[in-house]
């Protein structure tokens, strides 16, 4: 019985330290467009806001679009790996409008969509990632749990005859601390190629609300990438 309550507690006590205290996720695509024919795609430039209390668990910015280009991209390939995709990020489709002698610049979204629809391109990716730290205050707790003390019993020579166990009362109190949340943001659109000033026609918001443990962040946001992108790509849920 004390195993199992051991066990139990243990469960517990790892559920909370490994999993988020909150998740949501909100998936919306356009019925009139057909985002699972998707083949050939490309990624604009990631934005992102990265927050942490130590600044060294944040790759340095020189570091950080090539990391985000890769994870956006890899995530788009293994999401659309059934129509054999092909996926680039802008500075890759930059180079190769580049062997077309267009002057490619992504901020002239109408022209860059038009130069890469003339090279087959359906679609185009805009990624956000944004983070914070928030601050939860835990009051003071205090509580009572049973404790047992061993006592010895002897006889009249002095030897231990037995030992016996008495419960006592044992308050203990939790002093009230704050707790560091790191707030993770994933949103994700997709724009149609050939319409360049046109709203999106399917998009993902993914969010985590962790405790912060002190970990590696980019690994945060590469896991909320790739969550993000499996939730966008797929297959609609039979009602």
């Known amino acids: 019985m004390f195993l199992r309550k051991f066990i139990l507690a243990l469960f517990l006590v790892l559920t909370v330290l490994l999993a988020p205290v909150m998740a949501g996720v909100e998936v919306w695509r356009d019925p009139e467009y057909d985002i699972l024919a998707l083949r050939k ?4 430039p990631v934005t992102a806001n990265l927050k942490a209390r130590a600044e060294s668990s ?10 985000l280009d890769d994870w956006v991209v890899s995530s788009l390939q293994r999401a659309m ?7 680039k990020a802008s500075d890759a489709l930059i180079k190769d409008l580049s062997f077309l002698h ?9 022209t860059f969509f038009r130069d890469a629809a003339e090279i087959s391109y359906q679609a185009a990716i805009e990624v ?4 914070k730290m ?14 047992y003390r061993e006592v010895e019993v002897r006889d009249r020579h002095g030897k231990v005859k037995e030992i016996i166990r008495i419960p006592e009362e044992k308050t203990e109190i939790t002093p ?14 997709v724009f149609d190629i050939a319409d360049p000033n046109g709203d ?10 962790r405790e912060y443990q002190g970990g590696p962040v980019m690994k945060v946001v590469e896991n909320i990438i790739k969550a993000s992108v499996r939730e966008l790509f797929s297959e609609p849920k039979k009602k």
């Open 176 to 189: 009230a601390h704050d707790v560091d949340y790191l707030s993770t943001q994933c949103l994700i659109k």
């Open 134 to 147: 928030e601050v939860k205050h835990v009051p003071e707790r205090i509580w009572t749990r049973t404790v």
């Open 128 to 131: 956000t990632i944004h983070q």
């Open 81 to 87: 790996k059934k129509n054999k995709p092909i996926v």
């Open 200 to 209: 999106h026609k399917a998009a993902v918001n993914y969010s985590i609300y």
């Open 58 to 67: 944040v790759v340095p910015r020189s570091h950080q679009k090539r990391e």
């Open 41 to 44: 795609v490309f990624v604009l």
């Open 102 to 110: 267009k002057a490619a610049d992504p901020k002239d979204r109408e």
